[in-house]
């Protein structure tokens, strides 16, 4: 099939300010995907180390873009150089770099048509997307490192803005954190080392909304916006159920299967093994592996703060605060900004103080939670901040 040279066609934006601040660190000097095609900060030879490293890193883009469904590598070679399949070798050969990169092979073609006219040979690069997918959600806040794709071997590094569609993977690295902001306005804190899919959401005109998230390991926080008569919010773990009929609640999923939920607000519906608890503000349950869910259980209560309660500090300061009946150790949290959407460090404390340590410079808010003998997370104390200026 004959394509126009248009097609074919990519610009060469060296001197574009927006590419040209990238090309200290990136191997391609910056890569755009415009209508079609993939615009680099420099021309690309036909061949060479540098060609091959720019390679990778396109094709690490187009990994991160599942919307993109074919590629076309075009050599554009002078006729010495073209002919007796010379030039489809060339397109070949940066093809495979793509698919080692992970393009899956049977969404990259090859062409060599003749050179362009006063241009020195090239490899050009175009590509087919389909029609964009609803947004399902756009990361609000982020500390860490933050992978997003298709499928796990798929993942590659998100930031702060970035889409995410639907059946998409979400994970952070053990020491990263992250706010979702769903499209029906939800939000959707993910803990460190945690993997969720984002499965269906829709939006009625009447405003009714159909959420459902799959929960695969690790933990989340939800704030689930109001919805219609018949929405329906559910969280789906390996074992269990949790339907939102209320605003504010976490669930967690465990390696050996079991499934544990704390309310905080609102109410919410826990099934498994066809049996189902209502679980209410300050209540929590638990799924264990092939069994229905247990009796809600009072959720421990906020601890009360001794301080610091504000305050600058020349060395680590000692947070403390007061004893909470029940609580077999205690969850430290502490975060740059006083919402604790994301970057929040966690330490663990069994006594009643912790000594913040001595990397934590700047400025911090913190809190804490008291949790119970079968890792039942409670209700956060208020929140307090202090300065460390060593």
Not at 13 to 37: D, I, K, T, Y
Not at 144 to 153: K, Q, V
Not at 195 to 210: D, H, I, P
Not at 318 to 345: C, M, N, S
């Amino acid at each position: 099939m004959s394509r126009s040279t248009s097609w074919l066609m990519v610009l060469t934006l060296s001197g574009s300010p927006v590419l040209a601040q990238s090309q200290g660190a990136e191997p391609c000097g910056g890569v755009r995907f415009n209508n079609g095609r993939v615009e680099l900060g420099r021309t690309l030879a036909p061949q060479g180390p540098e060609t091959e490293q720019c390679l990778k890193h396109v094709g690490q883009a187009l990994v991160a873009r599942p919307a993109i469904r074919s590629v076309t590598v075009a050599a554009r070679l002078p006729d010495a150089e073209r002919l007796g399949g010379q030039g489809l070798a060339v397109a070949k050969a940066a093809a495979q770099v793509l698919v080692a990169a992970g393009v899956p092979q049977t969404r990259v073609s090859v062409v060599a048509p003749p050179a362009v006219p006063g241009q020195p040979g090239q490899l050009q690069l175009a590509y087919v997307e389909r029609p964009a997918q609803p947004r399902v959600a756009r990361v609000r806040a982020a500390g860490g490192s933050i992978l997003a794709g298709a499928t796990e071997d798929a993942l590659q590094p998100r930031a702060i803005g970035d889409s995410l569609h639907t059946g998409e993977l979400f994970q952070t690295a053990s020491d990263a954190s992250a706010e979702l902001e769903l499209a029906d306005a939800s939000r959707v804190r993910v803990q460190p080392d945690t993997l969720l899919r984002l499965g269906t959401l829709e939006l009625s005109a009447q405003g009714t909304r159909v959420v459902r998230l799959e929960l695969l390991k690790g933990s989340v926080e939800t704030v689930a916006a109001p919805g219609g008569e018949g929405s329906v919010f559910e969280v789906r773990t390996r074992g269990a159920v949790a339907g939102v009929r209320g605003t504010q609640f976490r669930v967690t999923a465990k390696e050996d299967g079991a499934s544990r939920l704390e309310t905080l607000e609102g109410k919410v519906a826990l099934g498994a093994q066809g049996a189902e608890v209502d679980v209410g503000a300050g209540q929590g349950s638990r799924v264990l592996p092939g069994v229905a869910p247990e009796a809600p259980r009072a959720l421990l209560t906020a601890p009360r703060l001794e301080g610091p309660r504000g305050g600058t500090f020349t060395t680590p300061p000692t947070l403390k605060w007061f004893e909470v009946k029940g609580a077999k150790h205690y969850r430290v949290e502490l975060a740059r900004t006083a919402d604790f959407a994301a970057g929040v460090r966690t330490h663990e404390a069994t006594g009643l103080t912790l000594t913040v340590p001595g990397e934590h410079t700047g400025k911090w808010f913190w809190r804490v939670l008291p949790v119970d003998k079968d890792d039942f997370i409670g209700f956060p104390s208020k929140i307090h901040a202090f300065e460390l200026r060593p």
